[in-house]
């Protein structure tokens, strides 16, 4: 990753809520998560696995505090371009 990559997330957090079910309401086990993907177009959401096989489904689970939250634009973190 380069600098470039990072970006602020405060008025991200003030959009969501730490989830204790998965979009299927079932409960998220966080220690036992073994990986994680995100989507820059889906800010609010978390796709994980409890296993490191490929051919696992993902899991979302939704941040957001509000159905129809629009996502914030994140500005470049102060590291990025010094």
């Known amino acids: 990753m380069r600098q470039e990559d990072f970006r602020y997330t405060v008025l991200l957090e003030k959009d969501i809520t730490n989830r204790k079910v998965n979009a299927d309401g079932e409960k ?3 220690m036992k998560m073994q990986w994680l993907y995100f989507v820059k177009d889906k800010p609010y959401k978390m796709f ?3 296993s490191n096989n490929e051919f696992v489904a993902f899991i979302s689970v939704n941040f957001s505090k509000r159905l129809m939250a629009k996502p914030k634009e994140l500005e470049l973190s102060q590291w990025a371009g010094n």
């Open 28 to 30: 998220v086990e966080w």
């Open 48 to 50: 994980f696995k409890y």
